[in-house]
T-cell receptor, first 116, second 117 residues
Framework: GAVVSQHPSRVICKSGTSVKIECRSL??????MFWYRQFPKKSLMLMAT?????????EQGVEKDKFLINHASLTLSTLTVTSAHPEDSSFYIC????????????FGPGTRLTVL | AQTVTQSQPEMSVQEAETVTLSCTYD???????LFWYKQPPSRQMILVIR??????QNATENRFSVNFQKAAKSFSLKISDSQLGDTAMYFC??????????????FGKGTLLTVNP
């Protein structure tokens, strides 16, 4: 149990375009999901907390208008990188919270974004 | 605010041997969780083990066990009978117990473990 999928696994886009990444909890409901960014050989950096049916909470320094988050259902959160630039190239990881009994974040496999 | 420190950036171990990864943390909270996640070369974050702070008994999961010392704020991970598939970056993480923003994870910088044949 506790499987989280993320799609796409890799995406290459041109500068100025937008890219949407989906995160799904496959076998549990997640009212809370998280979006992280990870640089090579570094730890995970939390970008935002996504709550079902409400606005996302962004960490300090993360541009809300550039990284749009939507959590429309209990199993799906999306991250849209708008007007992407080469500096947005990174590895993006989502997690879904299994709350209550375990209070544990389960992670998706990540998305490698390359902006040309 | 919480901090998590992993003082060993890299470690190596021979296959079938035992290795211990260190983690210390700082918090004023009394009710929290501690986790070890592994990130192999595929970069998929995998939960290894979870410890609830109110439980004195150390958590175990097959070859993985922890030494949780609450007073010392120490949470080390022991891997027994190391296997090649254990090669990964290991992250120690802290989560305050409760709802809302308390579900955030605070990660250490990670320890890169290499298991040698």
């Amino acid at each position: 149990g506790a499987v989280v999928s993320q799609h796409p696994s890799r995406v290459i886009c041109k500068s100025g375009t937008s890219v949407k990444i989906e995160c799904r909890s496959l076998d549990f409901q997640a009212t809370t999901m998280f979006w992280y960014r990870q640089f090579p050989k570094k730890s995970l950096m939390l970008m935002a907390t996504s709550n079902e049916g409400s606005k996302a909470t962004y960490e300090q320094g993360v541009e809300k208008d550039k990284f749009l988050i939507n959590h429309a259902s209990l199993t799906l959160s999306t991250l849209t990188v708008t007007s992407a630039h080469p500096e947005d190239s990174s590895f993006y990881i989502c997690s879904a919270l299994s709350a209550g009994k375990t209070d544990t974040q389960y992670f998706g496999p990540g998305t490698r974004l390359t902006v040309l | 605010a919480q901090t998590v420190t992993q003082s060993q950036p890299e470690m190596s171990v021979q296959e079938a041997e035992t290795v211990t990864l260190s983690c210390t943390y700082d918090t004023s909270e009394n009710n929290y969780y501690l986790f070890w996640y592994k990130q192999p070369p595929s970069r998929q974050m995998i939960l290894v083990i979870r410890q609830e702070a109110y439980k004195q008994q150390n958590a175990t999961e097959n070859r993985f066990s922890v030494n949780f010392q609450k007073a010392a704020k120490s949470f080390s991970l022991k891997i027994s009978d190391s296997q090649l598939g254990d090669t990964a970056m290991y992250f120690c993480a802290f989560m305050k117990r409760g709802g809302g923003s308390n579900y955030k994870l605070t990660f250490g910088k990670g320890t890169l473990l290499t298991v040698n044949p």
